[in-house]
């Protein structure tokens, strides 16, 4: 199946600090990723989706001036958690979907584990 | 409103048996319904799709059932295995231009000895 990586798999940051998380996909070409951050014991929350090539959709209350987005190429998207903050510090997510074989699958990236101290 | 809600919250079975986790949904019009596994600090994998016109699919011992009518979905795993200790997240898309997609907020799974 196809796989989505994400770097890095932790970060331990200081307050103020931005930190940039990568989303890959290895073996296809993903049109779009979404961008989710979980709290423990809880489901996703989707934060926003990008589009290769143009500006993301952020969902609402997620400020996009804090968490930019940026989805250069068709295997590559990353966020940037600017001004980190501890209340940031949080399991971030990325899924890649290649819109145009219309099968429906989402695939997921392993997570990254944010610390702000 | 667009909504995704499972059952139970949590489940604590022994290692060998069998159990069934629900999903009920209200998201319009539906396009499909997935069923993910995540193991802690993991992102989900995929265990089944489903759209529409399906109304079971299998993958391994887990068994994924579907009906479009009433909106619900089950997943049942069979012999059970310690390695299925995990959360199971159902999530509904629905069709549209958007292609929003809506997660249930998971069935956490224990599988004790």
């Known amino acids: 199946g196809a796989v989505v990586s994400q770097h890095p798999s932790r970060v331990i940051c200081k307050s103020g600090t931005s930190v940039k998380i990568e989303c890959r996909s290895l073996?296809?070409?993903?049109?779009?990723m979404f961008w989710y951050r979980q709290f423990p014991k809880k489901s996703l929350m989707l934060m926003a989706t990008?589009?290769?090539?143009?500006?993301?959709?952020?969902e609402q209350g997620v400020e996009k001036d804090k968490f930019l987005i940026n989805h250069a190429s068709l295997t590559l998207s990353t966020l940037t958690v600017t001004s980190a903050h501890p209340e940031d510090s949080s399991f971030y997510i990325c899924?890649?979907?290649?819109?145009?074989?219309?099968?429906?699958?989402?695939?997921f990236g392993p997570g990254t584990r944010l610390t702000v101290t | 409103k667009n909504q995704v809600e499972q059952s139970p919250q949590s489940l604590i079975i022994l290692e060998g048996k069998n159990c069934t986790l629900q999903?009920?949904?209200?998201?319009?019009?539906?396009?499909?319904l997935r069923w993910y596994k995540q193991d802690t600090g993991r992102g989900p994998v995929s265990l089944t799709i489903?759209?529409?016109?399906?109304n079971t699919k299998s993958n391994g011992r887990y068994t994924a059932t579907l009906d479009a009518d009433t909106k619900q979905s089950s997943l049942h795993i069979t012999a059970s295995q310690l390695s299925d200790s995990a959360s199971y997240i159902c999530?509904?898309?629905?069709?549209?231009?958007?292609?929003?997609?809506?997660f249930g907020s998971g069935t956490r799974l224990s599988i004790r000895p």
């Open positions: 899924s890649a979907r290649d819109f145009r074989t219309d099968n429906y699958e989402q695939y």
């Open positions: 073996d296809f070409q993903a049109t779009t």
């Open positions: 990008s589009n290769e090539g143009s500006k993301a959709t952020y």
């Open positions: 999903c009920n949904y209200t998201v319009s019009p539906f396009s499909n």
């Open positions: 489903m759209t529409f016109s399906e």
């Open positions: 999530v509904v898309s629905a069709k549209s231009s958007a292609s929003k997609i809506i």
